[in-house]
Structure formats: structure tokens, C-alpha cells
């Protein structure tokens, strides 16, 4: 799996693990050959599930291809360049959980090495063992996986580069599961709808409790003490991922938003 190494976003580190139910973003390709819907494993694989969601709610995929396609082993996407050395100008590190495998549907980043997850990802077309405790695995396909397939079967030439372009139009969140909110300590702050395009609302208990929305530097970009139901516009910020921090004398939360 080729591509450049690059410098670590630090940013990307400051939400944390997140902790508490299991939750699960939906996401769909939409390609050239047909969709394929995939879920996130956003509790197993946070760091990951972030960075993408973020490039995600940047439309950074749109039009990108499909450069590699290898029959019976994977097709792989996500390159800028479409060369197999491109990336979003910074990495991440490796999230490797033993209960994620390399099995047929599965999604995975690529790397050059330990810790250099950047933006190229790549479907798994059989069960591929040996790529095991090397790759982040952070989703599995739902539907789709006969476009999947038909892509894996392109002629290709001498680089397994498909002849015919096989392109990504866009990548798009579609759904959740479970809570979007991660909870610490027994609070939760609900945001709705999410995503968003800029005006949403968050439920809070009926105390006393302190909103703060950062991006994805670590800036504050919203602060408000409130309780009940909290209406928020956010709409002349850029669009992208952010955390909901809410605290009160029983704790706090973080909570996902996207703003597209």
C-alpha cells in the first residue's frame, strides 16, 4: 500500500477517545459503478472516524478515483493525485483493534508505514488475513457490496490502474446509530439535526450547563450557559467536523457535530 508519509495533525488529537455506547456513523459512496453504504466503527476507531468524517464534510472525495484495483485482493481510493502517493497533508495514527479484521467489505486505510494514515482508503474484495494488525479497519460495507465487486473486476493496466476511470462522485453521511453523543459521567447533550448547515439545536438537562463547540484546532467558537433546549447558529462557520462540550455539577459530555 504506497503513498508519501506525512506530518501528524495534532489538532485531530485534542477530542480524545471517546467513551461510552457504542455509536456508528453511516456513510455512502457514491460511484460511478453503483453506492456502497458502510458504518463506521466511530467508538472502536475515533481518530479515524474523525479525520474521515472530516474530509468527508470538506467534500474532499468528491470526483476522486479509484487508482488501484487489484482482482481478488482490493480495490483503493482516497488519493488527491490518483497516483498512490497523494494525501491530505497530514497523518494519523494507527487505531488497530483485534476485533477489526480485514474480511470481505471491510474498509481500511492505507499507509506507507506505522502511523501514517493519511486519506487513501481501500475496500477489502476477499478475506485478507495478512493484512491484519497492519491496517486500521473502520468500517464495513452494508450495501453495495456487488459494486464492490464489479469494481474489482476492471481492466487494468501494468500499475493496476483501471484503464476506464471508476471514480468516487461524493462520499456523504446518511445516517446514524445509537447516541451521536458520547457521554462522561452521566450527561448527555443530544444535537439535532446532525448534520447540520448551521442551525441546530441541543437538548440539555433542565440544570445549569455550559456549551462550548470547538473546531477542529481546538478553538472555541461558541460559548453559552443554558438548560432545556438551546438553539444554535453556527452558519458562518466553515463546514467540517466539531466537538459539543457540555458540562454541569454532574459532569460532561462531548458530542459529533458536522457542519455541511
Known sequence: MKKIYFICLLALCITGSYKGAAQSTEVTFYTSKGNIVVRLTD???????????????????????????????????GDPLGTGYGGPGYSTPD????????????????????????????????????????????GMTTSGQSVIQAIGVVPVDANSKPLTTVYTDSIRVTGYTASVSTVNKGISASVYPNPSRGMFNIDLPYIATKVEILNMQGQIVYSKEAKGTLHVDLHKQPTGLYIVRAANIYGSSETRLILQ
Open 43 to 77: 467508538t472502536l476507531t475515533p481518530i479515524t472516524v474523525d479525520s474521515f468524517l472530516s474530509r468527508v464534510a470538506h467534500k474532499f472525495y468528491d470526483g476522486l478515483t479509484f487508482h488501484r484495483v487489484v482482482a481478488g485482493f482490493v480495490i483503493q481510493g
Open 95 to 138: 487505531e488497530i483493534v483485534p476485533s477489526l479484521t480485514n474480511v470481505t467489505g471491510s474498509l481500511a486505510m492505507a499507509n506507507s508505514g506505522p502511523n501514517t494514515d493519511g486519506s487513501q482508503f481501500y475496500f477489502n474484495l476477499v478475506n485478507n488475513s495478512n493484512l491484519n494488525g497492519t491496517y486500521t479497519v473502520f
